[in-house]
């Protein structure tokens, strides 16, 4: 099932600094959303621990697919609640014109495959049952702004790895990933330092002629 929306493209800019990559937001263009697409929101968070930082808040596109509990007007799956109170926060469906600007967002695409029949089982499996961090213990509604957030949960629906890098926002130094090694997120930064260097310099890729 595809719905048209306008949205933000992303040209991800390499930019050396210590190794590391970074992006931003250079173009527009016309975006059809796919059942199981990764859609992230631009934010900015305003307090007094981290003012104007910003952030990408992540959901699944589920679109008119039919789940146990969703309405007929939903159509995203994310990990959502109260700041005010992180204990309610769980996995919900919603609905993305309440959402503001977004953009697609699979950016490890290039990294892992996917599987529709995987990410409903994965949807039914955390939908209002979101747990706390696997490798501590089962807690319902855990939300941790670094360790367990949107994007983490995001990417294990569509991929089944438990991922959030925040590329191109202030919180991408911040962010943990407990559930994956860190050999294999090594991996995975330097093939999508790699990727983005091909797609903005294709001249300076290994395979250039």
């Known amino acids: 099932m595809k719905s048209p929306f306008l949205v933000v ?3 991800f800019l390499l ?6 990559c970074s992006s931003s937001f250079v ?4 975006q059809n959303y796919n059942f199981g697409d990764i859609i992230a929101f631009p934010k900015v968070m305003g307090c007094k621990c981290m003012p104007l930082a910003t952030y990408k808040h992540y ?13 007929p007007d939903e159509d995203i799956f994310h990990l959502t609640g109260p700041v005010q109170s992180m204990k309610v926060a769980d996995c919900v469906f919603g609905k993305l014109s309440t959402q503001g600007e977004h953009e697609l967002d699979n950016y490890l695409d290039t990294i892992w495959t ?11 499996e955390l939908h209002k049952n979101c747990p706390a961090e696997k490798s501590k213990e089962f807690r319902i509604g855990s ?6 957030n949107c994007e ?6 569509r991929y089944g790895n438990e991922v959030s890098l925040q590329r191109g926002q202030s919180g991408e130094n911040n962010v943990k990933n407990p ?12 093939k999508l330092c790699a990727k983005s260097c091909e797609e903005v310099c294709p001249l300076d890729a290994p395979n250039a002629g």
């Open 143 to 148: 939300w941790k702004p670094f360790s367990h």
């Open 9 to 11: 493209g992303t040209l």
């Open 27 to 30: 173009f527009f263009f016309q």
């Open 15 to 20: 930019s050396i600094t210590g190794g590391e």
């Open 179 to 190: 559930n994956i090694s860190e050999e294999m997120l090594k991996e995975i930064k330097e």
């Open 59 to 71: 959901a699944v596109y589920v679109g008119k697919e039919e789940f146990e509990g969703k309405k």
């Open 114 to 124: 996917i599987d529709p029949v995987h990410i409903k089982q994965r949807i039914k």
């Open 152 to 157: 983490h949960i995001a990417n294990y629906v």
